[in-house]
């Protein structure tokens, strides 16, 4: 008897053990709501871009808009112009530059509603998703016409694209970094990681065409446009599904030990 008292005795003084094991490793559970919202934000951001891409280019006929040849900003010009090469005009370039204006802005919400990131580490994911968010509010403002490169407000065009794209992909290598922090599966943070890297050096190479072909056409700068932009979009879209996905740690041992 009194060794099954002590062994009674030794499992009470357990359970405050496992309840401060269960709260450590899932401080998130408390804010399961807010964690789901995060998720929503990163996912909603990549689509409404996605959604007004496609719908201002469904809107072009004459010449229809290429996805490999045309410039993606050239979706939110509403008048006609040509620059680089191209002839440009979107009869719904609204639809476009409201992409523009909304997309990261969403992204900048989901990015600071994050649970797990505190401090520098905050700050870290902040300062890319706010660059983001402004370089989308600068290409629905500006566009990106010729016109636009003559009257000098065509650089601000151009400063938000760049803010955009370096950003973006920043934002998704410290993101991928932090995925502990957060709670992303490593397969995710390292896709993050990787699409960031490849959104950079896509950058590096459209800067190193643009400046290379001047007034000439290029065949194919939307396409390597588009490698700036679409590994990230894709990948936060992945990112936000995983953490609205995710059961958390306190979740599975509450489950485990109730049917222990």
Aim: charged share 15%; aromatic share 10%; proline share 5%.
């Amino acid at each position: 008897m009194t060794e099954n008292i002590s062994s009674r005795s030794s499992l009470d003084r357990k359970e405050p053990v496992n309840d401060a094991k269960i709260e450590r490793l899932a401080p998130d559970a408390r804010w399961p709501s807010q964690r789901r919202t995060a998720g929503a934000l990163l996912i909603a951001g990549p689509v409404i871009f996605f959604l007004a891409e496609f719908i201002a280019a469904a809107a072009w006929t004459d010449p229809p808009y290429s996805y490999t040849y045309h410039f993606i900003s050239n979706l939110g010009v509403p008048e006609p112009s040509t620059l680089f090469g191209q002839y440009m005009y979107s009869p719904l370039a609204w639809v476009m530059n409201t992409g523009f204006f909304l997309f990261g802005i969403t992204i900048l919400a989901g990015t600071a509603m994050l649970r797990g990131l505190s401090g520098w580490h905050r700050w870290a994911a902040l300062v890319p998703a706010t660059l983001l968010a402004a370089g989308g509010v600068l290409l629905a403002v500006f566009h990106g016409s010729g016109e636009a490169l003559e009257n000098g407000t065509g650089e601000f065009h151009s400063l938000g694209a760049f803010a955009g794209f370096i950003g973006a992909n920043v934002l998704a290598i410290v993101l991928g970094s932090m995925r502990r922090r957060i709670g992303f599966s490593p397969r995710i943070g390292r896709a993050l990681v990787t699409v960031g890297v490849i959104g950079l050096l896509s950058t590096t190479l459209y800067l190193i065409a643009i400046f290379s072909a001047g007034d000439t056409a290029i065949g194919i700068i939307g396409l390597i446009e588009r490698g700036a932009a679409y590994p990230f979009l894709i990948g936060l879209i992945c990112a936000g599904a995983s953490i609205r996905n995710r059961r958390t740690l306190a979740t599975l041992d509450a489950r485990s030990t109730s049917t222990a």
